[in-house]
């Protein structure tokens, strides 16, 4: 043990590499990505964006049963995955669908739990993406787990875990960070402080100086992020990463955030928050910043966006029909008898509803 | 004074909160949300606005520390109402409903009581993802030391919900989400004792419907379609889970002499179980044929395509009562 925890703090203020207006900041004490990383970036929040808005409006046309967008942190959605190997895991929140996406799950797979048709989408260890998970931090403990196992089985994955500012607040949070630390597990954990938990501000969550300050008390090293400046995610994120892989073991990374939409198409932010709190943020837009660093020609960035959009559209305006079957197939590795019976005794009733007409 | 106002579920929930809060000034209203935003429901809407930020407020977000802090409360003097958000996220609290709430007042002989409610929007109907649609009330009907309630009507969501709010015992006061936006004239001045007590809904002679929470709706609606048919069918609500109004209910049973309970939690261990076992063990030479329970399958609650083909509706319920070894069929 050692007593000095200094080197556990984060700084004083979010690490950022490129402002608002595109233009590198001085003495970041970083190194910019390289402009390849950069363009590779910024086609996938292009994208990003495309698939946040194109959801949006299919819950508008009906399509969707709710969609908890990440519009304006797609920096974050975009960079968690990209920092990341083959082998590597991702852990995501509902809220971080579009992580999933840029980790390769296909997008229509990837809302399949938002439009209804079935809960997860995806083959987690397709793409090791685990499922979506709503109840919060619930995800953060499996992480560990996956995280841990890795190390056993003499794997080099690292996992990273996705959390959101009020989901810090709940015990599994706490447990997680704990057993990271003392088992030194290979776990990134990014909380994406977007300020807000449905209605409640980040004030009334914590009293601590930033949620990555968190860290220290579990001997976790923290560090703050610009949420909305990709260049400086794709740093603090990729190092947090690689000293995960080289075996020192879990971090914690707090990037700094807005959620600019309500917090689903069911929520009314008029209630609790201002339209002009709202309209500082777009100025700070992850996307306008790194396209104004870049000034490259975004012409097939866009092409690719609308082709993804088309997909989206495409299978979501595909309605499956449910297979009653399914209702019974997967509760057990086999399925017990009475569940044998409640099958049979579903097919029987669609049977003669079928035959009265 | 008798008061009639047309209210939903939902409003007569807010207005039993503001009533209490007003006539007891310890009667604290505290959970995620419940603040400025008034729940994701609107149950606690305006409360923050009316009694001040000390009486009603958003905490941290985690379920147990919300339970545990109402406990610590409820120990010193306050009435703690808190909301879970959903059934699902009430799960967090568990250790603390179980170990604590519901065990205070046992392990300390008597002598600490813990008048707290604990609100959960409950089951399903409402076309929701995963962990919003819950029947969760077997894990707390099944805990010794909780009493557990589920209206089915505004007027039952008042009283019982005031009644909840001072009771000496800790309630567990589970919303039937999808009754929520549903109407009613509701009676707000006398209010007959309702924890403990199951109604009558609907007179019938030929079986009767056992149904609470979110099921009574569906039982209700069965009996009307079986009335067209011919069959005469009465419609008993329990409102109270724990306690069980076995009279109440065992009467119904045998004055009909046939009975089928219709729920829409999972049928095995469940608390339709709980109540095929009482009244076969009370009414056993009154039966004319087994009784019979319409419930939801036995798998995780299924995605919003799949609702339809889970949760019990008219037509299962008919099918039960046609098995129900009618002599002249
Ligand atoms: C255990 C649990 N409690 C409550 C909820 C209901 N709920 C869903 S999202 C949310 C707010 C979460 O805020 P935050 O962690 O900041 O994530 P964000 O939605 O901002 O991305 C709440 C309270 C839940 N999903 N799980
Ligand atoms: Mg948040």
């Given at each position: 043990?050692?007593?000095?925890?200094?080197?556990?703090?984060?700084?004083?203020?979010?690490?950022?590499?490129?402002?608002?207006?595109?233009?590198?900041?001085?003495?970041?004490?970083?190194?910019?990505?390289?402009?390849?990383?950069?363009?590779?970036?910024?086609?996938?929040?292009?994208?990003?964006?495309?698939?946040?808005?194109?959801?949006?409006?299919?819950?508008?046309?009906?399509?969707?049963?709710?969609?908890?967008?990440?519009?304006?942190?797609?920096?974050?959605?975009?960079?968690?995955?990209?920092?990341l190997a083959d082998g590597d895991w991702l852990f995501p929140t509902y809220r971080d669908t579009v992580a999933a996406v840029e980790r390769g799950v296909d997008p229509v797979e990837a809302l399949t739990l938002l439009k209804g048709d079935w809960h997860c989408g995806?083959?987690?260890?397709?793409?090791?993406?685990?499922p979506h998970a709503t109840p919060l931090a619930t995800q953060l403990p499996h992480a560990v787990g996956v995280a841990h196992a890795a190390r056993l089985r003499g794997e080099k994955t690292v996992v990273m875990a996705l959390c959101g500012d009020g989901g810090t607040s709940e015990g599994d949070f706490h447990e997680a960070l704990n057993f990271a630390a003392v088992l030194r597990a290979p776990v990134v954990f990014l909380i994406q402080n977007n300020e807000y938990a449905i209605s409640v501000p980040l004030a009334r969550q914590t009293a601590a100086p930033s949620l990555a300050h968190k860290g220290v008390g579990y001997g976790i090293p923290g560090e703050r992020v610009d949420g909305?400046?990709?260049?400086?995610?794709?740093?603090?994120?990729?190092?947090?990463?690689?000293?995960?892989?080289?075996?020192?073991?879990?971090?914690?990374?707090?990037?700094?955030?807005?959620?600019?939409?309500?917090?689903?198409?069911?929520?009314?932010?008029?209630?609790?928050?201002?339209?002009?709190?709202?309209?500082?943020?777009?100025?700070?837009?992850?996307?306008?910043?790194?396209?104004?660093?870049?000034k490259t020609d975004e012409t097939a960035f866009r092409e690719q966006a609308e082709r993804v959009a088309e997909h989206v559209r495409d299978g979501l305006n595909r309605?499956?029909?449910?297979?009653?079957?399914?209702?019974?197939?997967?509760?057990?590795?086999t399925p017990t008898p009475q569940l044998r019976e409640q099958a049979d005794q579903l097919t029987d009733e669609l049977e003669r509803e079928g035959a009265l007409g | 004074m008798t008061v009639h106002e047309k209210l939903s579920m939902a409003q007569a929930l807010n207005r039993a909160l503001r009533d209490a809060m007003t006539e007891d000034p310890t009667v604290v209203v505290f959970g995620e949300d419940v603040g400025p935003l008034g729940g994701v429901f609107r149950i606690t809407d305006g409360l923050t606005a009316d009694f001040g930020e000390d009486r009603c407020f958003d905490t941290p977000l985690a379920e147990s520390g919300i339970v545990g802090v109402a406990v610590g409360m409820a120990m010193n003097g306050m009435r703690p109402v808190v909301e879970m958000q959903f059934d699902a996220f009430?799960?967090?609290?568990?250790?603390q409903i179980v170990s604590h709430v519901a065990k205070m007042r046992n392990r300390t002989r008597g002598r600490v009581a813990l008048p707290?409610?604990?609100?959960?929007?409950?089951?399903?109907?409402?076309?929701?993802?995963?962990?919003?649609?819950?029947?969760?009330?077997?894990?707390?009907?099944?805990?010794?030391?909780?009493?557990?309630?589920?209206?089915?009507?505004?007027?039952?969501?008042?009283?019982?919900?005031?009644?909840?709010?001072?009771?000496?015992?800790?309630?567990?006061?589970?919303?039937?989400?999808?009754?929520?936006?549903?109407?009613?004239?509701?009676?707000?001045?006398?209010?007959?004792?309702?924890?403990?007590?199951?109604?009558?809904?609907?007179?019938?002679?030929?079986?009767?419907?056992?149904?609470?929470?979110?099921?009574?709706?569906?039982?209700?609606?069965?009996?009307?379609?079986?009335?067209?048919?011919?069959?005469?069918?009465?419609?008993?609500?329990?409102?109270?889970?724990?306690?069980?109004?076995?009279?109440?209910?065992?009467?119904?049973?045998?004055?009909t002499g046939r009975a089928v309970v219709v729920a829409e939690a999972a049928g095995f261990a469940s608390v339709s179980s709980e109540i095929v076992a009482r009244v076969t063990e009370r009414c056993f030479h009154?039966?004319?044929?087994?009784?019979?329970?319409?419930?939801?399958?036995?798998?995780?609650?299924?995605?919003?395509?799949?609702?339809?083909?889970?949760?019990?509706?008219?037509?299962?319920?008919?099918?039960?009562?046609?098995t129900l070894q009618w002599e002249d069929s």
């Open positions: 043990m050692t007593g000095d925890a200094d080197h556990l703090l984060p700084s004083d203020t979010p690490v950022a590499l490129i402002d608002p207006y595109g233009n590198p900041v001085a003495d970041a004490g970083r190194a910019l990505p390289d402009e390849a990383t950069l363009q590779r970036a910024l086609a996938s929040l292009i994208t990003a964006r495309r698939l946040n808005d194109q959801a949006y409006a299919l819950v508008r046309q009906g399509r969707l049963a709710v969609y908890p967008s990440s519009h304006g942190q797609e920096a974050c959605q975009v960079v968690a995955a990209q920092v995806w083959d987690p260890y397709e793409h090791r993406v685990a909305n400046d990709a260049a400086a995610l794709l740093s603090v994120l990729g190092e947090a990463v690689e000293r995960a892989r080289a075996g020192e073991g879990p971090q914690l990374i707090e990037a700094h955030t807005y959620r600019m939409q309500a917090h689903t198409n069911a929520d009314d932010a008029t209630r609790y928050r201002n339209a002009e709190d709202v309209e500082a943020w777009v100025a700070r837009d992850p996307i306008v910043r790194l396209s104004a660093y870049l309605d499956i029909e449910p297979d009653p079957a399914l209702l019974f197939a997967h509760v057990y590795a | 009430a799960y967090p609290a568990f250790e707290m409610v604990i609100r959960i929007p409950y089951a399903g109907g409402i076309g929701g993802v995963e962990h919003h649609c819950d029947s969760s009330e077997a894990y707390y009907a099944h805990t010794p030391g909780l009493h557990v309630v589920t209206p089915s009507s505004a007027t039952d969501a008042y009283a019982l919900l005031r009644e909840a709010i001072a009771s000496p015992d800790p309630v567990v006061f589970l919303e039937p989400k999808k009754l929520y936006w549903s109407k009613e004239e509701v009676e707000l001045g006398s209010r007959p004792p309702a924890i403990g007590r199951a109604v009558v809904r609907r007179e019938g002679t030929d079986a009767t419907l056992i149904a609470y929470g979110p099921g009574v709706p569906i039982a209700l609606e069965a009996a009307e379609v079986a009335d067209r048919e011919g069959r005469s069918l009465q419609v008993v609500d329990l409102r109270s889970i724990v306690p069980f109004d076995d009279e109440t209910v065992c009467a119904a049973v045998r004055s009154s039966l004319a044929a087994p009784i019979r329970r319409v419930t939801g399958f036995d798998i995780p609650y299924p995605p919003p395509k799949y609702e339809h083909l889970h949760l019990p509706g008219v037509d299962r319920v008919l099918d039960a009562v046609d």
